[in-house]
Every structure is written in structure tokens, then in C-alpha cells.
T-cell receptor, first 114, second 112 residues
Framework: DARVTQTPRHKVTEMGQEVTMRCQPILGHNTVFWYRQTMMQGLELLAYFRNRAPLDDSGMPKDRFSAEMPDATLATLKIQPSEPRDSAVYFC????????????FGEGSRLTVL | DQQVKQNSPSLSVQEGRISILNCDYTNSMFDYFLWYKKYPAEGPTFLISISSIKDKNEDGRFTVFLNKSAKHLSLHIVPSQPGDSAVYFCAATASGTYKYIFGTGTRLKVLA
């Protein structure tokens, strides 16, 4: 049963600390996305990759957020330094997108920054 | 700049009745639309999609309608069941951009 795997599921950290969230996309999927769920913005697109190349990361604060795909089986989202306003659920999604296609989401990483 | 809008944060419907969830978009380049369902503490799961070459797509109890001129789509659930209680997100993309924009979600509560 192929699925997108995210770690950690929950993370509590203190303001100023570095946070790294990891995602294993479904094998064979060519597009990987990072979203953040907030009450006001719904599912907010932070960054996405196609064939491991970053296409657009305009949705995330550049000074503190970074997203990478070191290989086809791993995507990372890093926050340094973290702030209380970063508290949210972060979702990774992957898809085999040929023009269009559905995305498959992981279960999310719930981040709390104190 | 919210390109995909779900103006109703919540909706309550009686079991057995029709649930209608609405979504508006502003970008005329969008040509593929999706609906996702999300339960608490889980990731969103795909429900149904529609291409802009169609105005309706049906899958069991779920039907999505697309009105391109109004830049509006809706999801109909008939009949509604208590298990349908969840947050529903609509999403849109322009073919080939690989950029999927989601709305703010509508929380559906189906009352038994």
C-alpha cells in the first residue's frame, strides 16, 4: 500500500531552534509538494519540486525556510530559526503529474513552537 | 491573494439530504480542479476531479459541477452520510504548471 510518509508526526520546540521535517514520497511520483495548514489560509502552498528540481518556493519565508530534495526518496523542509507563528500542520504531497493528476498527501507533521 | 476561495467555513446537513459545497476561483488559466476530504489528524484524501473540458463529473454519491464562465465549482454529495463529516478542500491547477492551489476548506457536519 503505497503512501507518503512524513516524520516527525509531532514536534514541540522552543523559539529559535532549528526544525527539520522529512517526507518520503510515493515511489515513482515525479512531483512533491509542501503545504502548511492554517485556519486563515487553509492549505497554503510553500514549495514544490518536479523531478527533484525546485519549481517554486515563493510561498515560504525565504529568510527562515528552506526546502530541498536531496534524492528521489526524500524531501526536507527546514525552519531556522523557528518562531511561534510557524506553529501549524505541515503536509507533504506527491503525485505522478503529467500536466495534471491527483496528489497524495502524507499524514502531516504537527509543529508547535513555544 | 487567495486564488481559490471557499466562502462557507462550515455547513450542517441532515443525514440523507444533499450537501452542496461551493468553490470560486479567480485565475482563468486554471483548467483542472479537484476536491479533497480531510478527517482530523489525517492527511487530505482525493475525492473527485474535473477537467475544464467538462461541466460535470460523477462518482457514486459525489458529483462535481464546473461553471467556467462564473469561475465556480461545486461538490454535491447525495445522500449525505454521517461518515461524510469532514473538512472539504477544493483545489485548482493550470495544466503543465504543476502548481496546485487549495482553498481554505469547508467543514461539513452531517447530522444523524
Amino acid at each position: 500500500d503505497a503512501r507518503v510518509t512524513q516524520t516527525p508526526r509531532h514536534k514541540v520546540t522552543e523559539m529559535g531552534q532549528e526544525v527539520t521535517m522529512r517526507c518520503q514520497p510515493i515511489l515513482g511520483h515525479n512531483t512533491v509538494f509542501w503545504y502548511r495548514q492554517t485556519m486563515m489560509q487553509g492549505l497554503e502552498l510553500l514549495a514544490y519540486f518536479r523531478n527533484r528540481a525546485p519549481l517554486d518556493d515563493s510561498g515560504m519565508p525565504k529568510d527562515r525556510f528552506s526546502a530541498e530534495m536531496p534524492d528521489a526518496t526524500l524531501a526536507t523542509l527546514k525552519i531556522q530559526p523557528s518562531e511561534p507563528r510557524d506553529s501549524a500542520v505541515y503536509f507533504c504531497a506527491s503525485g505522478l503529474v503529467r500536466g495534471t493528476g491527483e496528489l497524495f498527501f502524507g499524514e502531516g507533521s504537527r509543529l508547535t513552537v513555544l | 491573494d487567495q486564488q481559490v476561495k471557499q466562502n462557507s467555513p462550515s455547513l450542517s446537513v441532515q443525514e440523507g439530504r444533499i450537501s452542496i459545497l461551493n468553490c470560486d476561483y479567480t485565475n482563468s488559466m486554471f483548467d483542472y480542479f479537484l476536491w479533497y476530504k480531510k478527517y482530523p489528524a489525517e492527511g487530505p484524501t482525493f475525492l473527485i476531479s474535473i477537467s475544464s473540458i467538462k461541466d460535470k463529473n460523477e462518482d457514486g454519491r459525489f458529483t462535481v459541477f464546473l461553471n467556467k464562465s462564473a469561475k465556480h465549482l461545486s461538490l454535491h454529495i447525495v445522500p449525505s452520510q454521517p461518515g461524510d463529516s469532514a473538512v472539504y478542500f477544493c483545489a485548482a491547477t493550470a495544466s503543465g504548471t504543476y502548481k496546485y492551489i487549495f482553498g481554505t476548506g469547508t467543514r461539513l457536519k452531517v447530522l444523524a
